[in-house]
DNA sequence: ATGTCAATATGAATCGTTTCATTTATATGA
DNA sequence: TCATATAAATGAAACGATTCATATTGACAT
């Protein structure tokens, strides 16, 4: 198995050597390389091949330093073993790349003041742009105003955000339960302090109180927690460990990976899913479909939102934007019929 | 909920700013920012207080123009949604940052050229080292030798490497599976064009031959796929569709989410994990312990690992260092005896 | 008081681009 | 054919930091 690589010596080929080797001034090299720039065929042509002759490459450090900014792309996540923040990174670094931009990848780790700090180191990078993901809706950092931002999961007033209309789509789940014949629901919220997890809660319940009216045997109880596994977990097991009477056949969470700790604690405990009781996730992460068992979720459409963020940022439409999607129900084998 | 941030100006305050501020020449500005260069108590004070006072923060582009490089580290991964991928790029993110260095996220998304292509966008970045996991064995870009590259997961003789010991931590498994009683083996190997997937698949199946010189019944059956998920789905549903005397009575596997389809797989067929078939991954990834059942597995000690990393790229000895791990055997519920 | 040496501080050159004010070449119309 | 308008190419300044050769200062010995 022979290792196909080669040594390369450091090119340090400027371009005043592609100049003097094509035989023209650096200007007209630094504008054949700006395609849009106006440089005549026969002239184009020479420095293109000297550029190819002599391996050239820019700089791209003196280039940050005469426009100010980078071809680079600054995304602040909360934690990037999160599986849904995984696949944002993994979108958005595919689309960006397309589109001759790197990715800086920056963690908040879900700490405000980390976040704070990490957003400036990012900043002192000059991007072209930022996508953050908050780690909670209380902003530690200063907003810059020469570099563009775009919030994404986390709908922010007068900023640039994406967020799906988490009370619709979290509705969408408490129809699904409630029309599969569950009358006792118990919903995981996620944290307090996070916007996107009280709008999902309060579609969750203000769609069973819609529903309620006409079929007042309906039981909601509301759970909070943190989005993640270990949560989802140990708030299904106080919920399950209920008498039997009082028990909901049917768990809603705010997360997948709160259902995926919910149905983890539900085996655990012998409560089979979904005969015993159904669990619907929220996001649609990959692994859903790869649990056993397959996890019912609302699905947000990742793809789209990545676009539209890139789009925000690279566009050249700097008009403040605030986009809300809509989520959508995938019935997978942990929701069934009481 | 009030959010809490603010618009700054872009402060656009330079060295010659402070200089000025503080009364003294760009080059001691300078000097007091290189920690290590003289100035003097009271002088050093004053730009100080200048630099405090004006909120000077200094040019990165101007700064990586003159120095050739940038504070940050290139990190090329072959997916980052592969959890285990995503948790090399999260620790190397957090200690990366304790050093004062960003992450630039590449991904090659599994493809030789334009993994070359990715490395080579990366070098233009002039970042102080590369992490690099590359996608296959057979590298197709050319290794400048004036940036630090520390090839991880992939033993690459006469190269910055880091890697486990794959053999031997693949005999644990093999070990495991005997001591359990297990007599009809199943391996579902790796890529063939990946060493390390190679060196997995020899270290247990030399494993199993050792182990039948005392003890001849053991048979052992080799299949081969991609690492990931349906890879290990779809191999496991043959193993497991042949007729009850023939079938394997354990599955291992050569990576965690091959583990996870099989169990999928299993499941879907009505075959019980553990009780009639064992299953054991490799890597532990952080859903390894979230699975139900939880998932029997080798762990890599990713930890350690990126921590070397990083020394091979920052360290100031530049000697060629091929790291070799052992990997730890972590017994969960998809094992059992026969 | 003067010369010497070391310790500090200075300022200009430099890194590799882009861009803008000029100059030079080309085409157009009278 | 010449003046004029337009297009194309040039060259130097600028971006903001670092660094090195030079200048300044102060202390000490003569």
Redesign the interface.
């Known amino acids: ?1 022979g ?8 090119s340090k080929v400027t371009i005043k050597e592609v100049a003097k080797d094509a035989g023209v001034s650096v200007g007209t090299v630094s504008r054949v390389l700006a395609k849009t720039a106006e440089v005549k065929q026969p002239l184009r042509e020479r420095v293109n091949r000297s550029i190819i002759k002599l391996k050239y ?6 280039r ?2 005469r426009a ?1 900014h ?1 071809n ?1 792309i600054g995304l602040m996540v909360p ?3 999160n ?1 849904y923040f ?2 944002v ?2 979108l958005l ?2 689309e960006a ?1 397309k589109k001759g931009y ?6 908040s ?1 879900g700490d405000v003041n980390h976040e704070a700090r ?1 957003f400036s ?2 900043l ?3 991007p072209k742009g930022i996508v953050l993901i908050p780690t909670s ?10 570099i563009r931002i775009s919030i994404l999961d986390r709908p ?2 007068e900023m640039n955000a994406i967020a799906l209309d988490q009370g619709k789509s979290s509705a969408l789940a408490a129809d699904h339960l409630v029309e599969l014949g569950h009358r006792k629901i118990a919903y995981i919220a996620g944290p307090h302090d996070i ?1 996107t997890s009280i709008e999902r809660e309060a579609g969750f319940s203000n769609r069973i109180a819609e529903l309620q009216s006409k079929n007042d045997s309906i039981e909601l109880t509301i759970f909070r927690g943190q989005f993640d ?1 270990t949560s989802g977990e140990a708030i299904a097991r106080d919920i399950l460990s209920l008498v039997q009477s009082k028990r909901p056949t049917a768990i809603a969470a705010a997360s997948d990976q709160q259902a ?2 919910a ?2 604690a539900a ?1 655990d405990m012998g409560v089979s899913v979904p005969n015993e009781v159904s669990v619907i996730g929220f996001d649609d992460i ?2 859903a479909e ?4 397959r996890l019912t979720t609302i699905r947000q459409p990742v793809y789209d939102m990545v676009i539209e963020a890139l789009d925000q940022i690279l566009g050249r439409d700097d008009s403040i934007c605030n986009q809300r999607y809509m989520g959508e129900l995938i019935v997978r084998s942990t929701t069934a019929a009481v």
Chains 1, 2 share one sequence.
């Open positions: 198995m290792h196909e690589y080669t040594m390369i010596k450091t490459k820019p700089n791209l450090a003196a940050a330093l100010n980078v680079v934690d990037i073993t599986p995984a696949q990174a993994n670094e595919s790349s790197a990715l800086i990848l920056a963690s780790h990490q180191a990012l002192d990078h000059s809706d209380t902003i530690k950092m200063e907003l810059p105003k020469n922010l007033a916007q596994y995926i700790g149905i983890r085996t990959v692994l790869l649990l056993v068992p």
